[in-house]
């Protein structure tokens, strides 16, 4: 009897047990994200497609994304985008894969930045990776000008073709430097949001084997205690905050308490609540500058 033949149907079924057998959290819908990649039609265009024959051709595509799937390359860098508050996002290996957590902070700084006295508030996004949060903000907000800044050149280069794509570029410059040191000296900020590297030394060898042997590595140490970028940037960002000016930061659990502290102990800052994620994990730091 000749084997049944792959149909779209078939093909998603097949390679969901077989990611499922090998570990992956999603099997299903990244089958699913793959083979609509390598079909090159939006996901839902395969519900209507289960009965068609699946071609060699995109049999041999789907296979090599699936291989390296299984192997645990992020779903996100094999089709080269992901999605963050409802935009899409190109990603490319220099970058961190934006999280949901991350939305959080966007959505605080889009309130905060509704009372913002100022015509055109100014924001900086210190760390901008893909430019998620500063082309969010941007998109969401029509008068904020916002200053994206990144270490890591091959970052930026991904965060302006982001702003390209979304039609921010207008409102988003973007520096290369270590943290504020690169921005004009002149330059203060109504907003300072920042989603810079938090994992500790001791975390960095546990962390899901898909961070750690594809994610930059850059975007993840936070150094021994895991607070190293927070600790340098919260003098340079109260220097640079106008007075009454917010500092958003994201941060994990694990090193809530100490970035409390560390507000706590800075001149010229006022520590506001630590806000959780839709997971009721402390996600996000927040100070205000002495008016
Ligand atoms: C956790 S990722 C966040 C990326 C993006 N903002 C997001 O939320 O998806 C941290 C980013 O900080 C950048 N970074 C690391 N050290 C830095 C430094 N000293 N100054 C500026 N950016 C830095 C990394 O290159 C990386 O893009």
Redesign the pocket.
């Known amino acids: 009897m000749s084997e049944a033949p792959w149909t779209i149907g078939r093909l998603l079924n097949w390679t969901a047990d077989f990611l499922r057998e090998r570990g992956a959290d999603s099997p299903r819908l990244d089958a699913e994200v793959l083979l609509a990649h390598a079909r090159g039609c939006p996901r839902i265009a395969l519900y209507t497609a289960f009965e068609e024959p699946a071609s060699e051709e995109l049999r041999t595509q789907f296979r090599e994304l699936v291989k390296q799937r299984a192997a645990g390359k992020p779903v996100a860098y094999l089709v080269g985008h992901r999605e ?1 508050f409802s935009l899409s996002f190109d990603v490319t290996p ?6 949901p957590e ?1 939305e959080g ?1 966007v959505v605080r700084a889009l309130d905060l930045l509704k009372e913002t006295p100022s015509p055109a508030p100014r924001v900086a ?10 082309v969010a903000l941007a998109k969401q907000n029509p008068k904020v000008q916002v200053t994206a ?4 050149p091959a ?1 930026l280069a991904v965060a302006r073709g982001n702003a390209e794509k979304h039609g921010v570029t207008d409102r988003i410059e973007f520096v290369e ?3 504020l ?1 690169g921005v004009d000296a002149g330059a203060a900020f109504d907003l300072i ?6 994992v500790t030394s001791n975390e960095l060898g546990e962390l899901a084997e898909g961070v750690r042997k594809y994610e ?1 590595r ?4 936070g150094g021994e205690q895991g607070d190293e ?1 927070i600790q ?1 940037l919260l003098p340079q960002a109260t220097q640079r905050l106008t007075p009454g000016g917010w500092l958003l930061m ?1 941060l994990s659990p694990m090193i809530a308490g100490r970035v409390e502290q560390l507000i706590d102990n800075a001149a010229g800052l006022i520590r506001h609540e630590t806000l959780k994620d839709t997971n009721g994990l402390a996600r996000l730091a927040q100070a205000q500058r002495e008016a």
């Open positions: 963050f220099d970058v961190l894969i934006p999280r991350t902070l996004d210190v760390g901008t990776g893909s430019g998620a949060i500063a800044i990144d270490v890591s970052a430097g270590d943290l040191a949001a920042a989603n810079l590297p938090y930059p850059l975007a993840l140490d970028l340098r994201e």
